[in-house]
């Protein structure tokens, strides 16, 4: 095994060394050769339940592979959305510098990504790796950092909070782990405060109408959405005729926290978008028959805002009979 090893590491850096002119062992040519040996070592080693980690850094700028379980390189480079500073790096043309060296806009982090086949050689990936950091970023690979790391397989990774160095990158570095990121994607830049139920719509409307749809196709069942912002709900379930969905705002006898909030004003608007006193539950509830989702997610969303006064400050949360997000 290690000699089957060190043949193809040899082989791989003869590969891509030899085709230059003769040139002194300097920095960079460390640095490149440690990458390939870096990656090489991470499409070889397998680890039960990990993925390895290849990154080459220069301060803020990155580029950073994981192996995936099918052992195709996932690659990807520090962008503006993380780190704002960049725009400064990235211009225009640098950007259209790494479009024309294959790599593309991914919106979940604001990253540039590639991914390389399982079958790709490991002089090939880390050739990419050094283009990205030398002719988009601008850095210079006798500058910069090589590490090789292994983290625990998970489809969303966590990753280098705002603020950080490197924010964006995956790692589970513990001296990151407060400020670190455990989601797939970054939440939506929320507009504070928002004006009016339309605002809200604007941010979450179409999230809304998917879950109210999945109410209707599944009618019959106990299945539920609620939204809450933190300070007064409005949870809808599906009923036993899909052209029906019934709906509840939280009341006062419900959570007593809600008695300074839920003035006279504010029940009046909810009594003039059709929600009935409590009675039937705890809450004011309505039923929709025959409304299309996108309508039902507008007033309810309207109901959140003009009601329970939610500007969107905070996060909406989801929550269903299965999760919270």
């Not at 809600?258 to 409590?278: C, D, K, Q, W, Y």
Request: proline share 6%; with cysteine.
């Amino acid at each position: 095994m290690f000699e089957y090893l060190a043949r193809f590491l040899i082989a791989a850096l003869l590969a891509w060394i030899l085709p230059e002119t003769a040139q002194t062992q300097d920095q960079r040519d460390d640095n490149r050769i440690l990458l390939v040996a870096a990656v090489a070592n991470a499409m070889i080693l397998d680890r039960p339940y990990q993925d390895a980690l290849v990154s080459a850094s220069d301060g803020t700028k990155y580029v950073q592979c994981r192996r995936m379980p099918n052992r195709a390189m996932h690659c990807e480079s520090a962008g503006t959305l993380m780190q704002p500073s960049l725009a400064r790096v990235l211009t225009q043309e640098r950007i259209a510098r790494l479009i024309a060296l294959g790599w593309h806009l991914d919106p979940s982090f604001g990253n540039y990504v590639r991914t390389f086949p399982p079958d790709t050689s490991s002089v090939e990936v880390a050739r990419s790796m050094v283009e990205v950091l030398e002719e988009a970023y601008g850095a210079e690979l006798a500058d910069a950092s090589i590490e090789s790391d292994w983290i625990r397989s998970d489809p969303c990774p966590p990753r280098a909070g705002p603020g950080q160095t490197r924010a964006g990158m995956i790692t589970d570095s513990p001296k990151l782990a407060k400020t670190a990121i455990h989601a797939c994607s970054l939440p939506p830049k929320l507009p504070v405060p928002a004006r009016s139920g339309d605002d809200l719509f604007a941010i979450y409307g179409l999230r809304v109408i998917g879950e109210l749809q999945r109410l209707q196709v599944n009618y019959g069942r106990s299945i539920y959405i609620m939204l809450d912002p933190g300070l007064g709900y409005v949870q809808c379930a599906a009923q036993s005729d899909p052209s029906k969905i019934y709906c509840e705002a939280q009341s006062a006898d419900s959570w007593e926290g809600l008695r300074n909030v839920l003035t006279a004003e504010r029940v009046t608007r909810l009594h003039a978008a059709g929600f009935s006193e409590p009675g039937r539950s705890p809450n004011y509830w309505k039923v929709y028959e025959d409304q299309l989702p996108d309508v039902i997610a507008h007033e309810v969303l309207g109901v959140l805002h003009d009601v329970y006064g939610y500007d969107g400050s905070t996060r909406l949360r989801f929550k269903t009979e299965k999760s919270e997000d």
